[in-house]
């Protein structure tokens, strides 16, 4: 009896599946360097920061901040022009409790903020811890100027809140907000008064005027920190 053939079995090889990856890619994920730039303003001049990302939940910055400002007014009898400059560079810490936008910030500043004034004559005279001094003439107590320089700690805290992130994930332009205090210490006050004749009573009236303006300028020692700015991360 003929055995009947079996017709040949063909095998085909099975591919897997292709590879699927799991992991987004950097553009999908709006990634982006975690260091940015702010511009601001505020009570502390103009001011430029450079913000580093260190995870989602703390950064660091270090900034710039200067302006000048000329006012004038009184301290007891005596008018003044006062030129208030500002000139600080922070190094700041922010932590962002809940992942988000709000921040809590702490640091120290190099302060550079310094008070210039420079008295001004009132119908042709000083009038000094009670004592009458003329502008002109020949005779005793004739001053030819009253000036001074207001300073304070090189080194100052600073502690604050504030609002927006400008190193968050995916982040490019944004708006950011810092209210806080810079403790500067009270301000040390050099002033030099000038006397063109006998001025017999001067350095203790210069040294009653000094303590006069210690004690009326003595709340700048907390200087209110208010700004707001923009920011771009890379």
């Given at each position: 009896a003929e055995t009947e053939?079996?017709?040949?079995?063909?095998?085909?090889?099975?591919?897997?599946?292709?590879?699927?990856?799991t992991e987004e890619s950097t553009e999908s994920r709006g990634s982006r360097s975690g260091i940015g730039v702010t511009g601001?303003?505020?009570?502390?001049?103009?001011?430029?920061?450079?913000n580093f990302g260190l995870s989602d939940s703390i950064g660091a910055r270090v900034g710039l901040n200067a302006f000048n400002y000329k006012y004038n007014d009184n301290s007891g009898a005596v008018n003044y022009d006062f030129d208030l400059q500002l000139q600080t560079v922070s190094v700041l810490a922010d932590w962002y409790p809940f992942s988000?936008?709000?921040?809590?910030?702490?640091?120290?500043?190099?302060?550079?903020?310094?008070?210039?004034?420079?008295?001004?004559?009132?119908?042709?005279?000083?009038?000094?811890?009670?004592?009458?001094?003329?502008?002109?003439?020949?005779?005793?107590?004739?001053?030819?100027?009253?000036q001074g320089t207001l300073s304070f700690n090189k080194v100052a805290p600073y502690v604050g809140i504030g609002w927006g992130n400008p190193v968050a994930s995916g982040k490019g332009w944004g708006l950011v907000t810092d209210i806080g205090v810079l403790f500067q210490g009270s301000?040390?006050?050099?002033?030099?008064?000038t006397c063109a004749t006998s001025c017999s009573?001067?350095?203790?009236?210069a040294t009653a005027e000094n303590n006069k303006l210690q004690s009326d300028l003595s709340d700048f020692k907390f200087?209110?920190?208010?700004?707001?700015?923009?920011s771009y991360q890379w």
């Amino acid at each position: 009896a003929e055995t009947e053939e079996s017709a040949p079995v063909t095998t085909q090889a099975i591919e897997p599946p292709a590879e699927v990856s799991t992991e987004e890619s950097t553009e999908s994920r709006g990634s982006r360097s975690g260091i940015g730039v702010t511009g601001k303003i505020g009570t502390l001049g103009y001011g430029a920061e450079l913000n580093f990302g260190l995870s989602d939940s703390i950064g660091a910055r270090v900034g710039l901040n200067a302006f000048n400002y000329k006012y004038n007014d009184n301290s007891g009898a005596v008018n003044y022009d006062f030129d208030l400059q500002l000139q600080t560079v922070s190094v700041l810490a922010d932590w962002y409790p809940f992942s988000g936008g709000f921040r809590t910030s702490a640091g120290l500043l190099y302060n550079n903020n310094k008070v210039s004034l420079d008295a001004n004559p009132t119908g042709g005279n000083f009038i000094i811890g009670g004592t009458t001094y003329s502008t002109s003439g020949t005779g005793t107590n004739v001053l030819s100027s009253l000036q001074g320089t207001l300073s304070f700690n090189k080194v100052a805290p600073y502690v604050g809140i504030g609002w927006g992130n400008p190193v968050a994930s995916g982040k490019g332009w944004g708006l950011v907000t810092d209210i806080g205090v810079l403790f500067q210490g009270s301000p040390k006050i050099d002033l030099v008064a000038t006397c063109a004749t006998s001025c017999s009573t001067l350095q203790a009236d210069a040294t009653a005027e000094n303590n006069k303006l210690q004690s009326d300028l003595s709340d700048f020692k907390f200087w209110p920190v208010a700004s707001i700015g923009i920011s771009y991360q890379w």
